[in-house]
Every structure is written in structure tokens, then in C-alpha cells.
């Protein structure tokens, strides 16, 4: 297969992650609520989706979060509130389910069929042409690095290749917003990899709206631009992945820490030197053989702490073999966003 890494690119997000006048809102959410009898599974839901961005829809079992795609995807009708997408009210659902592609976590591909004869079969039910539904076929199948399979029953298709084939379906019909739901489930690490390249690239190029829903956080945080997290039908944090991380500080989300690596025969020292640092709040030995020390910092002003720390243990001779800035992840913000709100 060709090399998708060269294909596509790395994966990237914009270091400025706050939308352009030019990027359009293609999907809208207001006040979405939905009871199931006397349960409120969703408890008004806000959002917002640009044109050429990635969302991060999380949540833990039972947030929420499959009643929200299903009411966003016109499966399931809200109690109350409105959504649109690319500017069509969620009155429409015909016309919103035009403008939509969705990659469920299960797919039901026909074994028996080809690649390319599962995707004209698609385009053909969007209205295509016989030959048009044939050249956004081949054209789609390109785009997937799937060129040279596209003739092969898709029963001979690994789980990756399946998954490109998804998202070349959910791209028939050339949709504003794309839902994809834990697709790097089941695959390796490589084949993760090649396939966020992949949803990357979708979102710069076709200027696609990407909602990705994932249990990974790290495919979250590597690929998305914006995350929305939800717990218990309601919304505990949104914004770009660096604001959601940034503004979820707190003690059980240490966004300042350094990992010191010393001589053995120095770390007591260092250790002792380190307390009486006014920036340090705390400082806890590891590493296999006890020879790293995490120090937990205040924030400062200036963002001089780690400084500060390095000055204290050379002024008392003390070697540093190396050090590193550790930050906060974005699984370490869910997880106490998500435990807060169950609390």
C-alpha cells in the first residue's frame, strides 16, 4: 500500500486555534435537551463548528454523547432546542441528512461487493449519476490510498482499509459536517496514525466540519482542534484542546511540573534544596532508580519558575543531568472534569 505518512502529511493543528473571519459556522447547536420519560439525558446543549475544524466530542458512558450525534444526525428528534447545519434548520431533516457523512463505530459493508461498487452504490443513492457516481468513486478511493483495491471484494479488506473505505462513503455526497465515531478502534499503532493523518487532511483541504468521537484522548489532543467535554447530559468544559487543558487547573490537574534528572548521590540534596524554594509546592523522587525528581511549581507571573528551580540547584553545585517540562493531558482533564461532576 502506498505510504500514507508521505500521502498525507503529518498530522497538525493550528498554532492559532481561534477561528478566521472567512471560516464559516456549518454546525450550530442551541439548548438541545432530550428526555427519556422522567430521565434528562441531555441538558442544554451549546455549540458551535467551523468549516476545515476538528471537535472532539467526549464524554464518559452515559454522558450524553450518543443521544447528542443521534439527535445531530436526525435519528433521534430533541425535546427541545434547534440545531442547523451548513445553514439548513434542524426542521429539515431530509435536507440536513444531504449535507451530513457519518462513519458509525460498526460498518455494515456488503462483503461480496468491491470497494469501488460499495461507493457508486452510495452515490447512486444520493442521486449521482451512473457515471459521476463512478468518478467520485475512483476519485474518493485515490484519495484513501485504496487505488489499487478498489476492484477487491471488501471482504478481503483489513480493519484499516474498511475504515478508509468508510470515510470515502461518509464523502459521496460531498457533506458540510463529517461524524466519525472512534474510528481508529481496532487498529495498530501505524494504522492509527495514517488514519488521523488522513481525517487531518480532510478537514484542510475539503474544508469539512469533523466531529470525532473517541475514547483515545490522545488522538483527541494530537488531531483535534477544539474538544467539548460532556457529563451527565450537560457540558463541563469546551473551547480550543490548549484553553480546555489551561482553564481546568486545579489540584488534581497539575499544569506546572518539572521532571529533574540527577547523580544519586545528589538527589537527598536536591530534594532538600528544592523545598525551601518559595515556587515549589512539592517535590517527590522516581524513576526506576529513584534518580528523577518531580517538583510540582507555582505559577508565576513571568512563567519564570522552571528557571527558578534550575538557579536554586546550580547555585548549591548540584548537577542536572537533564530536565523536562511536564503538562497537564488532556485524559488527566477529563478525568477530573468527569470524576468532579459525578462527585
Same mark, same amino acid.
Given at each position: 500500500?502506498?505510504?500514507?505518512?508521505?500521502?498525507?502529511?503529518?498530522?497538525?493543528?493550528?498554532?492559532?486555534?481561534?477561528?478566521?473571519?472567512?471560516?464559516?459556522?456549518?454546525?450550530?447547536? #442551541?439548548?438541545?435537551?432530550?428526555?427519556?420519560?422522567? $430521565?434528562?439525558?441531555?441538558?442544554?446543549?451549546?455549540?458551535?463548528?467551523? /468549516?476545515?475544524?476538528?471537535?472532539?466530542?467526549?464524554?464518559?458512558?452515559?454522558?450524553?454523547? !450518543? =443521544?447528542?450525534?443521534?439527535?445531530?444526525? =436526525?435519528?433521534? &428528534?430533541?425535546?427541545?432546542?434547534?440545531?442547523?447545519?451548513?445553514?439548513?434548520?434542524? !426542521? @429539515?431533516?431530509?435536507?440536513?441528512?444531504?449535507?451530513?457523512?457519518?462513519?458509525?463505530?460498526?460498518?455494515?459493508?456488503?462483503?461480496?461487493?468491491?470497494?469501488?461498487?460499495?461507493?457508486?452504490?452510495?452515490?447512486?443513492?444520493?442521486? $449521482?449519476?451512473?457515471?459521476?457516481? $463512478?468518478?467520485?468513486?475512483?476519485?474518493?478511493?485515490?484519495?484513501?490510498?485504496?487505488?489499487?483495491?478498489?476492484?477487491? *471484494?471488501?471482504?478481503?479488506?483489513?480493519?484499516?482499509?474498511?475504515?478508509?473505505?468508510? +470515510? %470515502?462513503?461518509?464523502?459521496?455526497?460531498?457533506?458540510?459536517? *463529517?461524524?466519525?465515531?472512534?474510528?481508529?478502534?481496532?487498529? @495498530?499503532?501505524?494504522?492509527?496514525?495514517?488514519?488521523?493523518?488522513?481525517?487531518?487532511?480532510?478537514?484542510? &483541504?475539503?474544508?469539512?466540519? +469533523?466531529?470525532?468521537?473517541?475514547?483515545?484522548?490522545?488522538?483527541?489532543?494530537?488531531?483535534?482542534?477544539?474538544?467539548? +467535554?460532556?457529563?451527565?447530559?450537560?457540558?463541563? /468544559?469546551?473551547?480550543?484542546? /490548549?484553553?480546555?487543558?489551561?482553564?481546568?487547573?486545579?489540584?488534581?490537574?497539575?499544569?506546572?511540573?518539572?521532571?529533574?534528572? *540527577?547523580?544519586?548521590?545528589?538527589?537527598?540534596?536536591?530534594?532538600?534544596?528544592?523545598?525551601?524554594?518559595?515556587?515549589?509546592?512539592?517535590?517527590?523522587?522516581?524513576?526506576? @532508580?529513584?534518580?528523577?525528581?518531580?517538583? #510540582?511549581?507555582?505559577?508565576?507571573?513571568?512563567? %519564570?519558575?522552571?528557571?527558578?528551580?534550575?538557579? /536554586?540547584?546550580?547555585?548549591?553545585?548540584?548537577? +542536572?543531568?537533564?530536565?523536562?517540562? &511536564?503538562? %497537564?493531558? *488532556?485524559? &488527566?482533564?477529563?478525568?477530573?472534569?468527569?470524576? %468532579?461532576?459525578?462527585?
Amino acid at each position: 500500500m502506498t505510504d500514507q505518512a508521505s500521502r498525507f502529511g503529518t498530522v497538525k493543528r493550528s498554532v492559532d486555534s481561534r477561528p478566521s473571519p472567512g471560516e464559516s459556522l456549518v454546525l450550530v447547536a #442551541e439548548d438541545l435537551r432530550m428526555s427519556y420519560g422522567p $430521565r434528562l439525558a441531555l441538558r442544554g446543549l451549546s455549540f458551535s463548528l467551523r /468549516a476545515g475544524r476538528i471537535l472532539g466530542f467526549l464524554g464518559p458512558n452515559g454522558a450524553g454523547k !450518543t =443521544t447528542a450525534i443521534r439527535i445531530l444526525t =436526525t435519528i433521534l &428528534e430533541p425535546s427541545t432546542g434547534t440545531f442547523t447545519v451548513d445553514g439548513i434548520k434542524s !426542521t @429539515d431533516p431530509q435536507g440536513i441528512r444531504r449535507r451530513i457523512g457519518v462513519l458509525p463505530e460498526s460498518l455494515g459493508f456488503h462483503r461480496n461487493m468491491t470497494g469501488e461498487e460499495c461507493l457508486v452504490y452510495f452515490g447512486r443513492l444520493f442521486g $449521482r449519476t451512473a457515471k459521476n457516481a $463512478r468518478d467520485v468513486a475512483h476519485s474518493l478511493l485515490n484519495d484513501m490510498g485504496l487505488e489499487s483495491r478498489g476492484r477487491s *471484494l471488501v471482504g478481503s479488506y483489513s480493519r484499516g482499509m474498511r475504515q478508509r473505505l468508510g +470515510i %470515502a462513503r461518509a464523502l459521496v455526497n460531498e457533506p458540510a459536517v *463529517l461524524f466519525l465515531d472512534e474510528p481508529t478502534l481496532g487498529l @495498530d499503532p501505524r494504522g492509527q496514525q495514517e488514519l488521523l493523518e488522513l481525517i487531518g487532511r480532510i478537514a484542510r &483541504e475539503r474544508k469539512v466540519g +469533523i466531529v470525532l468521537c473517541s475514547h483515545v484522548l490522545s488522538d483527541i489532543e494530537v488531531v483535534c482542534d477544539d474538544v467539548l +467535554i460532556m457529563n451527565l447530559g450537560e457540558v463541563v /468544559a469546551r473551547g480550543t484542546v /490548549a484553553e480546555v487543558i489551561g482553564h481546568s487547573r486545579g489540584d488534581d490537574v497539575q499544569q506546572n511540573v518539572m521532571k529533574i534528572h *540527577l547523580p544519586q548521590a545528589a538527589v537527598m540534596r536536591a530534594q532538600h534544596v528544592l523545598e525551601s524554594v518559595p515556587v515549589v509546592r512539592k517535590v517527590s523522587s522516581g524513576g526506576v @532508580d529513584g534518580t528523577w525528581l518531580r517538583v #510540582e511549581l507555582v505559577q508565576t507571573a513571568d512563567g %519564570a519558575s522552571n528557571n527558578v528551580v534550575l538557579a /536554586a540547584l546550580t547555585s548549591a553545585d548540584i548537577p +542536572i543531568l537533564s530536565f523536562e517540562a &511536564e503538562r %497537564a493531558r *488532556l485524559q &488527566e482533564v477529563f478525568l477530573h472534569l468527569t470524576g %468532579a461532576a459525578r462527585a
